[in-house]
């Protein structure tokens, strides 16, 4: 007697999905109780007011400049960290600390010259943003499944860094469009165009994904994956989305040496002692001195 084929649901937990979702689930636990325990920090809290004054200041700059010359700007963010590390903490930083800083200095300059960005379209048109959002979106959701495939080390710091890179380059795209229909409209169209809340989303996607790539990992791998990743796709984006434009030619051969004296000081401050302190819980021995 034939008896009917039973046709057997694949076990539960054998998709990509049912693997990625309990390793979501907690991460969002881990952000959460990081989030308690940091609120009780001062010095935490001092760091996340810096962030949104910061923030102010990258708003504004982007209401009267183009996309392309605001973001790589950025890039200084670490030099200056450890130079104003360094006098508050009674320190001197070592030579290889100068040269990286010189060199991110430098670099940035070499660059932006060469590249001479113009344009400042103030907004963008659909066509424009939604094939933006959907590939930063999607390499968004990507970095974040390869970070949570690979164990806590460089891998995984350099993918949760290109993640938060991601996310605020996407952040400053629609913040710039933001500002300017804040300065042509008053605070009720900012409050009613989609942009407002896109930004908003991102940048508090770009705030807990840095937590997580700070925790992932080692310095050297996260940081220049969002120091360069976010200059990168800014630049990107100001080209792309809104119509800015930079020199090409032969001036892309100065363009790549400044790119790649930021690269370098980058790795190299990153590297410092300093810095693998000012990131850390603990403030080992000698801290204070980066000289040998």
């Not at 932006?112 to 933006?132: C, E, F, K, S, Y």
Request: hydrophobic share 55%; proline share 7%.
């Amino acid at each position: 007697m034939n008896h009917p084929a039973h046709h057997h649901a694949p076990e539960a937990g054998t998709g990509p999905l049912e693997t990625l979702l309990p390793a979501l689930a907690l991460l969002i636990c881990a952000a959460g109780y990081l989030l308690l325990d940091l609120l009780r920090r001062p010095v935490w809290l001092a760091g996340i007011a810096a962030v949104v004054a910061a923030a102010v200041c990258q708003a504004v700059a982007l209401a009267t400049g183009p996309l392309t010359v605001v973001q790589p700007l950025f890039v200084l963010e670490l030099p200056l960290a450890l130079v104003i590390a360094t006098v508050l903490l009674h320190g001197r930083l070592s030579p290889a600390g100068w040269a990286g800083v010189a060199a991110v200095v430098t670099g940035l300059a070499v660059a932006l010259a060469a590249a001479a960005p113009t344009g400042n379209r103030t907004q963008v048109p659909m066509d424009h943003w939604i094939p933006a959002l959907a590939v930063c979106t999607a390499a968004l959701v990507a970095l974040v499944a390869a970070g949570l495939r690979r164990p806590e080390g460089r891998a995984r710091a350099a993918c949760f860094g290109l993640a938060t890179a991601v996310a605020y380059a996407t952040t400053a795209a629609l913040m710039k469009t933001s500002m300017h229909t804040l300065d042509d409209g008053g605070i009720t169209a900012f409050l009613t165009t989609w942009q407002t809340y896109g930004f908003a989303l991102y940048g508090a996607a770009a705030l807990f994904l840095l937590e997580h790539a700070m925790q992932a990992g080692p310095l050297v791998a996260s940081q220049p994956a969002l120091t360069l990743g976010d200059a990168g796709l800014s630049l990107t984006l100001g080209i792309v989305v809104y119509a800015e434009s930079v020199r090409t030619g032969w001036w892309l051969l100065p363009q790549l040496l400044g790119v790649s004296l930021i690269a370098t000081g980058v790795l190299a401050l990153a590297a410092l002692p300093l810095t693998r302190t000012l990131t850390s819980e603990e403030q080992p021995a000698g801290a204070h001195d980066e000289a040998p």
